[in-house]
């Protein structure tokens, strides 16, 4: 293989590009990005623990709130753990409690409580019921500091994204101005995108290591198109929930996505058909170094008129 390397580099050495690393900034963004998708990864799985935790012993308390991992949920848990720790609960006290944690949900306190109450009985005997309470404390115990440092991370990863000179650039599109839960906005794209121009010279390289562009096989007569599984995944990741997430901030992307699902797409096949388009703009605006305009989005325009 070396022998082999090393004669390609003698014959054709003209066309291979010297491979130029990213900056030292994009690079710490990069790793501000994955540490803090590990950590969401670490919560989705804490979550679910204790969602199927709850489900054995006390079901309404995993329905009152829409997100088992959001604070005031976490909250609950603490205070509410079991069954007959919530028996008395009322709409009086729920509502203080709510209050005191500073609860924003459009919910009032008496649609809150009809949900457990709604909720089909636990199994459990109440013994056991009080051991899994337990548990179900120390689970929300480690959910609670480690959704802080997530906050904590994506403040982290805003600042620095804003500091960058493509930050304006990525936070010009919809929706990308603050990271969501999971990924959500266009800030991680560009920790993975980087701001070595020559990496990518066309939008289709670009799509091709997004993995938002199908792979065409073909011998003979025969052609078929595949799912793309070699590729920057992190990147596919990024841009196909930014693309999810644009559709309800930009007409043409919501219109891209819903054609594609009335063609017979699954809504996955018909996100990364948006992911390509949005692909499109996204290297023309990385390329020359400008923010994204609808006025100037053709395509966009259009609909909007």
Same mark, same amino acid.
């Given at each position: $293989?070396?022998? $082999?390397?090393?004669?390609?580099?003698?014959?054709?050495?003209?066309?291979?590009?010297?491979?130029?690393?990213?900056?030292?900034?994009?690079?710490?963004?990069?790793?501000?990005?994955?540490? !803090?998708?590990?950590?969401?990864?670490?919560?989705?799985?804490?979550? #679910?623990?204790?969602?199927?935790?709850?489900?054995?012993?006390?079901?309404?308390?995993?329905?009152?709130?829409?997100?088992?991992?959001?604070?005031?949920?976490?909250?609950?848990?603490?205070?509410?753990? +079991?069954?007959?720790?919530? /028996?008395?609960?009322?709409?009086?006290?729920?509502? %203080?409690?709510?209050?005191? @944690?500073?609860?924003?949900?459009? &919910? =009032?306190?008496?649609?809150?409580?009809?949900?457990?109450?709604?909720?089909? #009985?636990?199994?459990?005997?109440?013994?056991?019921?009080? /051991?899994?309470?337990?548990?179900?404390?120390?689970?929300?115990?480690?959910?609670?500091?480690?959704?802080?440092?997530?906050?904590?991370?994506?403040?982290?990863?805003? *600042?620095?994204?804003?500091?960058?000179?493509?930050?304006? +650039?990525? $936070?010009?599109?919809?929706?990308?101005?603050?990271?969501?839960?999971?990924?959500?906005? $266009?800030?991680?794209?560009?920790?993975?995108?980087?701001?070595?121009?020559?990496?990518?010279?066309?939008?289709?390289?670009?799509?091709?290591?997004?993995?938002?562009?199908?792979?065409? @096989?073909?011998?003979?007569?025969?052609?078929?198109?595949?799912?793309?599984?070699?590729? #920057?995944?992190?990147? !596919?990741?990024?841009?196909? +929930?930014?693309?999810? #997430? %644009?559709? @309800?901030?930009?007409?043409?992307?919501? =219109?891209?996505?819903? %054609?594609?699902?009335?063609?017979?797409?699954? @809504?996955? *096949?018909?996100?990364?058909?948006?992911?390509?388009?949005?692909? &499109?703009?996204?290297?023309?605006?990385?390329?020359?170094?400008?923010?994204?305009?609808?006025?100037? *989005? +053709?395509?966009? =325009?259009?609909?909007?008129?």
């Amino acid at each position: $293989m070396p022998f $082999m390397l090393a004669d390609v580099l003698r014959a054709d050495g003209h066309r291979c590009r010297p491979l130029r690393p990213a900056s030292a900034e994009i690079r710490a963004l990069r790793a501000l990005v994955r540490g !803090r998708d590990d950590l969401v990864r670490q919560r989705l799985a804490l979550a #679910n623990q204790l969602r199927s935790l709850l489900d054995g012993f006390w079901p309404g308390a995993a329905a009152i709130f829409a997100d088992i991992s959001s604070p005031i949920a976490l909250a609950f848990l603490r205070r509410y753990p +079991t069954p007959d720790s919530a /028996a008395r609960l009322g709409t009086k006290r729920l509502a %203080s409690f709510l209050a005191q @944690h500073s609860y924003r949900g459009r &919910r =009032t306190p008496a649609e809150l409580l009809a949900r457990p109450r709604a909720a089909p #009985n636990g199994l459990a005997s109440e013994p056991e019921a009080e /051991a899994k309470g337990e548990l179900a404390r120390a689970r929300a115990a480690l959910l609670e500091p480690l959704g802080a440092e997530i906050a904590r991370l994506s403040a982290c990863i805003e *600042h620095a994204v804003a500091e960058l000179p493509d930050g304006q +650039t990525v $936070m010009s599109f919809p929706r990308a101005g603050r990271i969501c839960a999971a990924v959500g906005s $266009m800030l991680p794209t560009l920790a993975e995108l980087g701001d070595v121009r020559e990496r990518f010279p066309t939008e289709d390289q670009l799509a091709a290591e997004a993995g938002v562009a199908p792979v065409t @096989h073909a011998s003979g007569k025969s052609r078929g198109v595949a799912f793309r599984w070699a590729c #920057n995944k992190n990147l !596919r990741a990024a841009i196909t +929930t930014f693309a999810d #997430n %644009s559709r @309800h901030a930009s007409p043409w992307a919501a =219109t891209v996505c819903r %054609s594609a699902r009335e063609r017979g797409c699954k @809504h996955p *096949h018909a996100i990364r058909i948006l992911a390509r388009a949005w692909v &499109r703009v996204l290297w023309k605006a990385w390329q020359d170094r400008q923010t994204y305009n609808p006025a100037q *989005h +053709t395509a966009a =325009t259009k609909i909007a008129a």
